[in-house]
């Protein structure tokens, strides 16, 4: 494959940092950013066919935790899919019975129609094995709920059409088409008396996850393979809804937002040499543009990219002396999951950072002087390294470890204070946090109320310092007073099993009975 131009310097602490000044956001930039994500939101709302679809959910409540029932969902969003069974107890506590299936490549690339039929199969193999409750609809028929992680652009509760795919899927004949009718199609053809009678998206699962536990919430947002956010909006606000029921009726709904879109005409990102070599490269070039910052299918991509031109820099070698494996030629051979690796080795078993100094300018990089402790962390990266790179232990050094946790950290750090970003716009549009004023001082506000956020995906939950980097963002631009209201909760259950997507059956709870209905004051009896 076409690789990123090598790097090319008499000095080898300039190139270092000119990367890492490509790769600093200053708190301006990220007011500037904050900024122009409000101007698409804008955008995105007024008129359809815009990058950030702004798509509305038709969702006019969000549930309290009092609602009950027993119901079936189906998840497709990555490298599995799920069908799950869910109980909610109507206390804001729920259990779940799932199986996941693996999605291969050639499901993701192929027909749309042989996707579909393999997720009917999923359907029927579940209920075959797993399923543990009886049905209780009135009707032989079971109902299911679809959150399906993928832009869709929703026109009712049951039905939304596929706008693009996201996350490495391209399969043919599935854009422009309805998302439910594919999936009910292939129910059909196989004879299965399941019908789906409700479609979320993934991210406003989480939201709709996170108020259910939490009796309240404003936003929902993924930070893992993908990335994306839902809120809650008043519907006035939606202008492209204008003459609509909806519209007349008012109050508030929950709008997709598609914010992986972000910035796709690449005004405002900060784009360095690395990031344009992987959109290049990518099967989607020029297109989900913020989701290529920020998202776990990208960012070991990005840093493969550093370190490789490192490798690659003339007239000297920068990097593991100039050698390579197949693990860095190969493209996306860099999981950002042993990124994940990395940054826990520095930190070591006590996830602790203090005491911690950084390691020395490269160029003057002397192992034999090294502090105790940034030696230990180093040998743990190196190792690390070694483990997951597929080099033998006497082509990695200390140095190499440096490199690799400072470029790694780098791309990283950008990554969640643009999360920092996205979660603060749409605290800003919906009134609940202000710019700084141009003496650099926020509003003071006696609201001490909590404002929820559901946040699901593996970088958030797992990425050692990301959510406390994304607060540093969110402090910066709305100030530390809004910043310690917001309260992240994963959208998890209480055994770590992800809940997000079971949550879209408060939906199943009445769409088929309360088609009219808010779900924050149907009654929870009609689901019973």
Same mark, same amino acid.
């Given at each position: 494959?076409?690789?990123? #131009?090598?790097?090319?310097?008499?000095?080898?602490?300039?190139?270092?940092?000119?990367?890492?000044?490509?790769?600093?956001?200053?708190?301006?930039?990220?007011?500037?950013?904050?900024?122009?994500?409000?101007?698409?939101?804008?955008?995105?709302?007024?008129?359809?066919?815009?990058?950030?679809?702004?798509?509305?959910?038709?969702?006019?409540?969000?549930?309290?935790?009092?609602?009950?029932?027993?119901?079936?969902?189906?998840?497709?969003?990555?490298?599995?899919?799920?069908?799950?069974?869910?109980?909610?107890?109507?206390?804001?506590?729920?259990?779940?019975?799932?199986?996941?299936?693996? +999605?291969?490549?050639?499901?993701?690339?192929?027909?749309?129609? +042989?996707?579909?039929?393999?997720?009917?199969? =999923?359907?029927?193999?579940?209920?075959?094995?797993?399923?543990?409750?009886?049905?209780?609809?009135?009707?032989? +028929?079971?109902?299911?709920?679809?959150?399906?992680?993928?832009?869709?652009?929703?026109?009712?509760? %049951?039905?939304?059409?596929?706008?693009?795919?996201?996350?490495?899927?391209?399969?043919?004949?599935?854009?422009? #088409?309805?998302?439910?009718?594919?999936?009910?199609?292939?129910?059909?053809?196989?004879?299965?008396?399941?019908?789906?009678?409700?479609?979320?998206?993934?991210?406003?699962?989480?939201?709709? =996850?996170? !108020?259910?536990?939490?009796?309240?919430?404003?936003?929902?947002?993924?930070?893992?393979?993908?990335?994306?956010?839902?809120?809650?909006?008043?519907?006035?606000?939606?202008?492209?809804?204008?003459?609509?029921?909806?519209?007349?009726?008012?109050?508030?709904?929950?709008?997709?937002?598609?914010?992986?879109?972000?910035?796709?005409?690449?005004?405002?990102?900060?784009?360095?040499?690395?990031?344009?070599?992987?959109?290049?490269?990518?099967?989607?070039?020029?297109?989900?543009?913020?989701?290529?910052?920020?998202?776990?299918?990208?960012?070991?991509?990005?840093?493969?990219?550093?370190?490789?031109?490192?490798?690659?820099?003339?007239?000297?070698?920068?990097?593991?002396?100039?050698?390579?494996?197949?693990?860095?030629?190969?493209?996306?051979?860099?999981?950002?999951?042993?990124?994940? #690796?990395?940054?826990?080795?520095?930190?070591?078993?006590?996830?602790?950072?203090?005491?911690?100094?950084? !390691?020395?300018?490269?160029?003057?990089?002397?192992? !034999?002087?090294?502090?105790?402790?940034?030696?230990?962390?180093?040998?743990?990266?190196?190792?690390?390294?070694?483990?997951?790179?597929?080099?033998?232990?006497?082509?990695?050094?200390?140095?190499?470890?440096?490199?690799?946790?400072?470029?790694?950290?780098?791309?990283?750090?950008?990554?969640?204070?643009? $999360?920092?970003?996205?979660?603060?716009?749409?605290?800003?549009?919906?009134?609940?946090?202000?710019?700084?004023?141009?003496?650099?001082?926020?509003?003071?506000?006696?609201?001490?109320?909590?404002?929820?956020?559901?946040?699901?995906?593996?970088?958030?939950?797992?990425?050692?310092?990301?959510?406390?980097?994304?607060?540093?963002?969110?402090?910066?631009?709305?100030?530390?007073?809004?910043?310690?209201?917001?309260?992240?909760?994963?959208?998890? %259950?209480?055994?770590?099993?992800?809940?997000?997507? $079971?949550?879209?059956? +408060?939906?199943?709870?009445?769409?088929?009975?309360?088609?009219?209905?808010?779900?924050?004051?149907?009654?929870?009896?009609?689901?019973?």
């Amino acid at each position: 494959m076409p690789a990123i #131009h090598a790097l090319s310097t008499q000095e080898p602490q300039t190139l270092f940092d000119d990367i890492d000044r490509s790769f600093q956001l200053s708190s301006q930039d990220l007011v500037e950013l904050t900024k122009a994500f409000l101007h698409e939101i804008s955008l995105g709302l007024s008129s359809y066919g815009q990058p950030m679809a702004m798509i509305p959910t038709f969702v006019t409540g969000v549930p309290d935790g009092t609602e009950t029932g027993t119901f079936l969902a189906l998840d497709l969003g990555g490298t599995n899919l799920r069908v799950c069974e869910v109980v909610l107890n109507g206390d804001k506590t729920f259990s779940l019975r799932q199986q996941k299936y693996k +999605v291969s490549e050639s499901l993701k690339t192929g027909e749309a129609t +042989v996707l579909f039929d393999y997720l009917a199969d =999923s359907v029927d193999a579940f209920l075959t094995t797993h399923a543990a409750s009886a049905y209780s609809h009135g009707s032989d +028929v079971v109902h299911l709920g679809l959150t399906f992680s993928f832009p869709v652009e929703q026109t009712a509760l %049951d039905a939304g059409t596929i706008l693009t795919w996201t996350k490495g899927f391209s399969a043919k004949n599935a854009i422009g #088409h309805d998302v439910v009718k594919l999936l009910q199609d292939a129910f059909d053809r196989k004879h299965m008396h399941v019908k789906c009678v409700a479609l979320v998206n993934d991210t406003v699962g989480a939201l709709l =996850s996170r !108020a259910y536990t939490a009796g309240g919430c404003v936003l929902g947002a993924i930070f893992g393979t993908g990335t994306n956010g839902a809120y809650v909006e008043e519907v006035a606000k939606i202008t492209k809804l204008a003459n609509s029921p909806a519209a007349a009726k008012g109050g508030h709904m929950v709008v997709n937002t598609e914010w992986g879109a972000f910035n796709n005409c690449r005004s405002h990102l900060p784009f360095t040499p690395f990031d344009n070599a992987l959109d290049r490269l990518s099967i989607n070039p020029s297109y989900q543009a913020f989701e290529k910052f920020i998202s776990g299918m990208y960012l070991g991509e990005i840093t493969r990219n550093i370190l490789i031109s490192l490798i690659d820099a003339s007239p000297t070698p920068l990097l593991f002396g100039g050698k390579s494996t197949p693990v860095l030629n190969k493209h996306y051979g860099l999981d950002t999951s042993v990124m994940s #690796h990395i940054e826990e080795a520095w930190e070591g078993p006590n996830r602790s950072l203090s005491g911690d100094q950084p !390691a020395p300018e490269f160029a003057k990089f002397d192992a !034999a002087t090294l502090p105790s402790n940034i030696s230990k962390k180093l040998e743990r990266i190196r190792l690390v390294a070694v483990s997951h790179f597929g080099f033998k232990d006497s082509e990695v050094t200390l140095k190499d470890a440096a490199i690799v946790r400072w470029a790694c950290s780098l791309v990283a750090r950008r990554a969640a204070l643009l $999360s920092g970003v996205a979660v603060a716009t749409i605290l800003l549009q919906t009134g609940r946090g202000s710019f700084a004023d141009k003496d650099g001082k926020f509003l003071r506000c006696s609201d001490t109320a909590k404002i929820g956020v559901g946040v699901d995906g593996s970088l958030i939950e797992h990425y050692p310092n990301y959510e406390r980097t994304l607060r540093e963002s969110l402090c910066s631009l709305v100030g530390e007073d809004v910043e310690k209201r917001v309260d992240l909760g994963m959208a998890k %259950d209480g055994s770590g099993v992800g809940g997000k997507q $079971s949550i879209c059956i +408060v939906r199943i709870i009445y769409s088929p009975f309360r088609r009219s209905g808010s779900m924050c004051t149907a009654s929870p009896e009609t689901a019973k």
